[in-house]
């Protein structure tokens, strides 16, 4: 892609409705958060018992006929994975696409992430973009479920859903504080305090608050993050229960890189950049304020049976002064990169309900687990856009870039205005048809309708969509399940096509079998599965318009096969690891790979182990490791396999003090963040954090 302005456009503008979408087709059921994940709290057990997250149903990690990976808060902490970015970047089979320094892609088993969630109820990310850091102190743990999830999810996309767990008010007093500093000048603070607010415990409340105050390796960068979270529940009586929340995230960029540096000169030959070089501007910045609140209402019956009504607002709103370069400079002169500069504000409501109930029934004198439920989603999403026009940068000749100077800008002009309404009905029973057999089938009923433009292109749609969801499980023995799973795919699409129409959904069918297993006493969860999905139609960047600087894109159909292999929890009551290995093959219809921007094999393993006789000491260390990948600019592009180690160590200072130091590429590899587009920049060289933790 050598012309950049229709990729800028592409990724600016016909985007929210793609975001609404991903949302309310991820609005799933959502169970509370003490009883989506059961834990277990022996010391020596396996840490994660199950998980509600891929079907909505009350299963074990056995019991759920799909892989599911779920980061705890102990891993969290261990590692310092103080945003979504770098914990994602941790999980089995999930690769996390760096393009840009305040916007990443996510993407699992071939295909970009779309659906995320919080507490189950969808969030938007334009495009499948993450926008600035997502920050984990709001959350307790992260559940990713790999495979195509029609029940969960509406949309059965055959990449993964990622679910983070928010924290909960405890039953006891408890209280975390926090402080620590790293290289570039790295600010963090935590404090987490919760516990009861009334003498019976019937009340309880929780408070979160983060602060990351950060400058960079690279040029220009700096970052200034808060978050904020308050939670309340209520035991109105031992079966009625409310909670009520409000979380805000503030995210602060300075210096940002909007597309990133050209890859190679025009006669092919690549170019070398300092670690630190970056296409920002010192003018550039990228503002995001995120306000979320929610509630939940839940009743049990006296029969088992539980329905719970959940509402959530979020408001979201951006304010970016951006720049962006395209082409590739001419080898002798340097000269023949221009930009492309403007103001992009932007506005985002949603307002989504849901109603879940759950339950057992008896069929053929068995007991069995179903759910059901329906939920609605009105969003509403504004961007505008004040043009600064043209412009250029200086020669880039021996690795340095220098951006131009801040321009004038226009009045802004409201570019884009969406509104959508989905409705979904969703159900689904756990069928115990022997001791050792197990089935799952389902439904996903969706309804989406959409009205308003994108850059002067209609984004009206009405579209209805009926998804299929089967799984089975087979106890071979008390330690080893078989299991197997089929999900429709259907993927409602906001790319247009040369002509400037719409393209369809993509739609296609998703498999997955594999083996599951527990070992030492349950401590230990291993699984292996393979995978395979087609999907047709799927959208694929094809060009510019004749004429014009606006994109289009061509419906391809795509073929994924592959396996997976992972592993998670104690080999001993001292000794965790958790980690997989994933192998994967994409194509076209013709046979050719597709997508080559993407590791075709991965590897992630991470380990601690405990000493408690030495002052608690514990230590750990972190592998990652990809295979090559390529990409075209002016020229093939390829960057070579690589592997980054992070490395840790804690221990007890005082009775409720913890020092920690955390060494994030400890032999400081160099390699690009990702090569989704023909641009790049560096991934972090190596960083230290030392922290210190006060626990009450």
Known sequence: ????????????????????????????????????????????????????????????????????????????????????????????GINVEADETDRTYYNSRGFD???????????????????????????????????????????????????????RPTRT?????????????????TADVSGPLNADGTVAGRFVYARTNTDSYLDYYGVDRSVYYGVLSWDITPKLKATAGYSQQDNLADGVSWGALPLNFTDGTPISYPVSASSAAPWTYWNSHDHQTFGELSYAFDNGWTIKGIYTRKSYDEDAKLLYPWGSPDPVTGLGVPAYTAIYPSILKQDMFDVVASGDVSLFGREHQVVFGVNSTH?????????????????????????????AYGALVLQEQIKTDTTRAYGAIHLNVTDKLTGIVGFNALNLKATGISYGAGQGRSEDKISPYVGAVYDVNANVSLYAS???????????????????????????????????????????????????????????????????????????????????????????????????????????????????????????????????????????????????????????????????????????????????????????GGLQWDQAFYAAPTSYMLTLDYMF
Request: aromatic residues 10%; without cysteine; hydrophobic residues 40%.
């Open 486 to 672: 089929y999900s429709d795919i259907f993927n409602p699409q906001t790319e247009s096509d040369i002509n400037r129409v719409r393209l369809d959904a993509a739609q296609g069918k998703s498999y997955e079998a594999g083996v599951k297993s527990e070992w030492f006493d349950k401590r230990l969860y291993a699984t292996a599965s393979v995978f395979k999905s087609e999907q047709y139609g799927l959208a694929e960047w094809a060009g510019t318009i004749p004429n014009s600087i606006d994109s289009y894109y061509a419906g391809i159909d795509t073929f994924v096969e592959g396996y997976e292999l992972e592993v998670a929890g104690k080999i001993t009551p001292n000794w965790t690891v958790n980690g997989g290995w994933t192998s994967l093959s994409i194509k076209d219809r013709d046979g050719n790979d597709v997508r080559t921007y993407l590791p075709r094999k991965t590897f992630k393993l991470s380990t601690t182990y405990g000493i408690q006789q030495l002052r608690d000491l514990k230590l750990g260390a972190a592998w990652r490791w990809q295979s090559e990948v390529s990409t075209y600019s002016y020229g093939p592009f390829t960057q070579d396999a690589y592997s980054v180690v992070d490395l840790m160590a804690s221990f007890r200072v005082a009775d409720r003090i913890r020092a920690s130091l955390n060494i994030k590429n400890a032999f400081d590899e160099k390699y690009f």
């Open 173 to 189: 007093f408890q209280a975390d504080v926090t402080a620590g500093y790293g290289s570039w000048n790295n600010v963090r603070l």
């Open 113 to 167: 992430i779309l659906n995320f969630q919080v507490d189950g109820v969808g969030q938007p990310l334009d495009w499948g973009l993450q926008v600035g850091a997502l920050d984990t102190a709001l959350f307790d743990r992260i559940e990713a479920i790999r495979g195509a999830t029609g029940i969960m999810t509406g949309t059965g996309n055959p990449s993964a859903v990622i679910n983070y767990i928010r924290k």
């Open 1 to 92: 892609m050598s012309v950049s302005r229709p990729r800028l456009r592409a990724l600016l503008t016909a985007t929210s409705l793609l975001a609404v979408m991903a949302s309310t087709a991820a609005f799933a059921d959502s169970p509370a958060a003490d009883s989506e994940v059961r834990e277990v709290v022996i010391i020596g057990k396996r840490v994660i018992k199950g998980s509600a997250g891929a079907t909505g149903l009350d299963l074990s990690l056995r019991e759920t006929p799909q892989s599911v990976t779920v980061v705890t808060a102990a891993q969290i902490k261990d590692f310092a994975l103080s945003d979504a970015n770098q914990l994602l970047a941790t999980i089995p």
């Open 379 to 407: 969003s509403s999403a504004y961007k505008w856009e004040g043009e600064g026009g043209a412009t250029s940068y200086a020669p880039i000749l021996g690795g340095s870039i220098t951006p131009p100077a801040e321009p």
